[in-house]
């Protein structure tokens, strides 16, 4: 099956300054690759997400990269802020043979004021 | 507010016991999905249904089932609970079961076997 390996685990920076979040995953055959975010206590929420057809997505401050070839994607935060502190899931998904939605182990990002 | 609800919000139970944890899929939404969220542990795919049958089994143990009723609504059972049971499951649904539908997450339940 799908296995999707996410890094850093823990990640902080400064207020303003930008985040970055790899994902790789193993199966040529998946095709969407989703971003959650997860507050403390609260449930995952999709904040951007990526087809196979397009090689990066921007909403805002938030945008993520997708690298076929070499199965990686990235999610990348602009100007960080103090609410951007969560975990952050990656997945990937083929959505042939049911929806299986494969998440990473996710990264804690704390924004320093 | 996701749409997805779920009952109830906290469990506390005993080893050895059986509980059931509820879903309620968005309005219109045909696919529930089950997630198992340890300490510090990523989601772990649990079980899919898509309109009434399963449609994809991941890392479920035998001592878990679960099921979709006619109402979409879902269940799912954990029986002979272990102490290595105790996490959040989430549930979470999406239109339909095909390739790329979002998910959208209900606020979980915590389950503590004591």
């Known amino acids: 099956g799908e296995n999707v390996e996410q890094h850093p685990s823990t990640l902080s920076v400064q207020e303003g300054d930008s985040a970055v979040i790899k994902c790789t995953y193993s199966?040529?055959?998946?095709?969407?690759f989703p971003w959650y975010k997860q507050e403390l206590g609260k449930r995952p929420q999709l904040i951007i997400d990526?087809?196979?057809?397009?090689g990066e997505k921007k909403d805002q401050r938030i945008a993520v990269t997708l690298n076929k070839t070499a199965k990686h994607f990235s999610l990348h935060i602009t100007e960080t802020q103090p609410e951007d502190s969560a975990v952050y899931f990656c997945?990937?998904?083929?959505?042939?043979?049911?929806?299986?939605?494969?998440f990473g182990t996710g990264t804690s990002l704390t924004v320093i004021p | 507010d996701s749409g997805v609800t779920q009952t109830p919000k906290h469990l506390i139970t005993a080893t050895g016991q059986r509980v059931t944890l509820r879903c309620s899929p968005r309005?219109?939404?045909?696919?529930v999905y089950w997630y198992q969220q340890s300490l510090d542990q990523g989601l772990q795919f649990l079980i899919q249904?898509?309109?009434?049958?399963?449609?994809a089994k991941g890392n479920i143990l035998e001592r878990f089932s679960a099921q979709q009723f006619p109402d979409l609504h879902s269940e799912l059972n954990l029986s002979s609970l272990e102490l290595g049971d105790s996490a959040l499951y989430f549930c979470?649904?999406?239109?339909?079961?095909?390739?790329?539908?979002?998910?959208?997450f209900g606020s979980g339940t915590q389950l503590s076997v004591l």
């Open positions: 979470a649904s999406s239109l339909l079961a095909g390739a790329n539908e979002k998910l959208f």
């Open positions: 199966d040529s055959a998946s095709n969407y």
């Open positions: 990526i087809r196979s057809n397009v």
């Open positions: 997945a990937a998904s083929r959505g042939n043979t049911g929806n299986q939605f494969y």
């Open positions: 309005s219109g939404d045909l696919s």
């Open positions: 249904y898509y309109n009434g049958e399963e449609r």
